[in-house]
Nanobody, 115 residues
C-alpha cells in the first residue's frame, strides 16, 4: 500500500513563504507524475503544479513565477516552494502521485495566508 503524507502547511502573512513536502511511506517506490492540488471552501479542487519523473514541470497560471515544484526520487518526496503568498492561496493543499495505472492522494495540509 502507498501512503502519502504532507507537511509544512500553516499560517503565513501575505508576501511570506512556505515549503510543503509530501513523502511516500517506506522506500523503493517509483512514481510517474506527481503534483499538488488545492481546494478552498466552496471551490473545486484545482491543479496547482505537476512534475514528471523526468523533471518536467507545469503550473497553474495563478501561481507561475511564485511557486516551484521539485522532487527527490531517491526519497520518494515532492516539494512545493511557495513564495510571495497571497490571501487567495489559502486552501487545503493535497499531494498527488501516480504509479503505473494507479493514483494516490495525500490527506491534505492547510495553508492560510492572512495578516
Amino acid at each position: 500500500q502507498v501512503q502519502l503524507v504532507e507537511s509544512g502547511g500553516g499560517l503565513v502573512q501575505p508576501g511570506g513563504s512556505l515549503r510543503l513536502s509530501c513523502a511516500a511511506s517506506g522506500s523503493g517506490f517509483s512514481f510517474n507524475d506527481m503534483g499538488w492540488h488545492r481546494q478552498a471552501p466552496g471551490k473545486q479542487r484545482e491543479l496547482v503544479a505537476i512534475i514528471t519523473s523526468g523533471g518536467s514541470t507545469g503550473y497553474a497560471d495563478s501561481v507561475k513565477g511564485r511557486f516551484t515544484i521539485s522532487r527527490d526520487n531517491a526519497k520518494n518526496t515532492v516539494y512545493l516552494q511557495m513564495n510571495s503568498l497571497k490571501a487567495e492561496d489559502t486552501a487545503v493543499y493535497y499531494c498527488r502521485a501516480i504509479r503505473g495505472p494507479r493514483g494516490y492522494w495525500g490527506q491534505g495540509t492547510q495553508v492560510t495566508v492572512s495578516s
